[in-house]
């Protein structure tokens, strides 16, 4: 005899169905390890997120009316490296930002490089998990064109900052994004803040803007860029300080 369904277990089976295979393909997109519920709407977040980002809308941009003129500060201020601080009393003269991993055309680039490199400015609200949010005028360059001048890899794709403040925990913090957030046209590797360069505290000399993402996302005394096709391999393998640390979730959308 055929087994009847009433409409409601038919509607009920296709959600259920489509519940499954919208986790099956986001966990399998998600870089991390799916250990836990946690990850899987972690993962679900990212993947709704890359949909309802298709188009790269912008984030809102504000008027130099609300700026906040000292930018509030959220972990490291000030890197106790030694490395850093002799770079920092040279006024970053020996500093270089390098763009390396998957990439056709590695580059290490001086701080008079990048500044000679076509610019953006933005003024936009950086929002920590915290509990605070700030408005900053952010000057620098877009994370894409930098991408293209280095000529990214097919097998690429996650972009890896890494920083040069050594945490409490003796290791050094470290984020990651995917190549999707760092070609939003707001993504920026910035110089420049509030029409001055970057304080040591907010970063200095260099430091990510990625506008569609929370506070601990814009990594901060940047040194190294590299292009990676999974992240396992670096740091404790949950692709960012916080993340290895506290279980932080990795797509960190706002
Ligand atoms: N290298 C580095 N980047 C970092 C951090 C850090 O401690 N070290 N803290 C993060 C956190 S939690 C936030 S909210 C922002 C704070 O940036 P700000 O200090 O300029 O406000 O930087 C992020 N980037
Ligand atoms: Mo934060």
Redesign the pocket.
């Known amino acids: 005899m055929a087994a009847k369904f009433t409409r409601r277990q038919i509607v009920n089976g296709v959600l259920l169905g489509g519940a499954a295979v919208s986790v099956a393909l986001a966990t399998r997109r998600y870089p991390g390890e799916i250990k836990s519920i946690h990850d899987i709407t972690d993962a679900l977040n990212y993947g709704l997120h890359d949909l309802m980002l298709s188009g790269q809308p912008r984030v809102r941009e504000f008027t130099r009316n609300d700026l906040v003129l000292d930018f509030p500060t959220?972990?490291v201020t000030a890197p106790r490296d030694e490395r850093y601080q002799s770079m920092r009393e040279n006024n970053f003269a020996d500093y270089r930002l390098l763009v390396d991993g998957l990439v056709d055309n590695p580059m290490s680039l001086s701080l008079d490089e990048l500044r000679a490199l076509p610019a953006q400015s933005q003024i936009t609200m950086h929002t920590?998990?915290?509990g605070w949010s700030a408005i900053g005028e952010w000057k620098g360059v877009p994370l894409a064109q930098l991408l293209s001048r280095a000529g990214v890899q097919d097998s690429a794709r996650y972009v890896v900052f890494h920083c040069m403040d050594t945490q409490f925990n003796d290791k050094p913090y470290y984020e990651s994004i995917d190549l999707f957030a760092a070609s939003h046209p707001q993504t920026l590797l910035a110089y420049d803040l509030n029409g001055e360069p970057v304080p040591q505290k907010n970063g200095a000399p260099l430091r990510l803007r990625i506008e569609t993402q929370i506070?601990?996302k814009h990594a901060k005394f940047v040194e190294r860029v590299e292009l990676v096709d999974n992240l396992l391999t670096i740091g404790d393998g949950r692709g960012g300080w916080w993340e290895d640390y506290d279980n932080a979730i990795w797509y960190a959308g706002l």
């Open positions: 959220s972990g920590c998990d915290e506070g601990y």
